[in-house]
């Protein structure tokens, strides 16, 4: 054996030259290369993030702007079980307004209330008792039209529906409407010569009762005294005892 290994001594530290040799150059091969594929991972995660963020569009004022417009502030009074100001969605009709309200009450009734009406935003909501009607004579469905959310003269009205005016006004929209008289609170209103719209302003007078009145006048002549509006159809006791003090001849 010793013999051998004198014989083949060159031969065998060559072979372990060549061995070492192989075992560096893969070490270094792969010490060079593993970097480069840590380089091109973390740089494909990068493309991955911007591509990401870039497919991400952040949320714009618009988006927010539609979104709030889409909900509506309803106030519903009277003869429901949990009365009081509710978020709605646009779309939503009375009748949802009422159930969210907790329903209805055992006395209300909706004899003169559209409950397929479309809410629209800072409505209020009248549910009258069945004793409330009779008194008010209410005989069809009111809406009015308010600058305000809870206007004294819309007390009467079955609906009450926000109309803030704007602040400035084009002469095509001073053409197309016209627009309501303002009368002092302190003043009474002539029954005699008020126009639809000055009878308008009489606290439980609604469109339909102000142009009864007028009919009235125009076909039995001038009311003689302010107790002779009860001779108007619509107009009963309690309505009058309720506008007496507005109204003069």
């Known amino acids: 054996m010793k013999d051998f290994l004198k014989e083949h001594i060159e031969e065998i530290l060559m072979a372990i030259i060549i061995l070492l040799t192989i075992i560096i150059i893969v070490i270094i091969v792969f010490d060079i290369k593993l970097p480069k594929k840590e380089e091109e991972v973390k740089e494909n995660n990068n493309v991955a993030l911007v591509s990401k963020k870039e497919t991400e569009e952040p949320e714009s004022e618009e988006t927010v702007t539609i979104t709030e417009e889409l909900k509506y502030y309803v106030d519903i009074k009277g003869a429901v079980k949990k009365p009081g100001v509710y ?79 704007p602040t400035t006004s084009s002469p095509s929209d001073s053409s197309s409407e016209t627009p309501k008289t303002e009368t002092p609170t302190n003043t009474k209103i002539n029954i005699n010569t008020a126009s639809l719209n000055e009878l308008m302003n009489i606290s439980g007078i609604g469109e339909s009762k102000a142009q009864a009145i007028i009919e009235y006048r125009n076909t039995n002549g001038l009311f003689k005294s302010i107790e002779d509006i009860k001779n108007v159809s619509g107009i009963g006791d309690a309505l009058y005892e309720k506008i007496k003090n507005s109204i003069t001849i």
Do not use: P, R
């Open 87 to 165: 978020e709605v969605e646009k779309g939503m009709i009375i009748n949802d307004v009422i159930k969210l309200a907790g329903g209805l009450k055992s006395n209300a009734s909706t004899k003169y209330l559209n409950l397929s009406k479309h809410v629209t935003n800072e409505m209020v909501i009248n549910i009258f008792t069945t004793t409330e009607i009779k008194e008010l004579d209410v005989k069809e469905e009111t809406v009015c039209s308010s600058s305000t959310a809870d206007i004294k003269d819309c007390a009467s009205s079955t609906i009450v529906e926000s109309n803030e005016l």
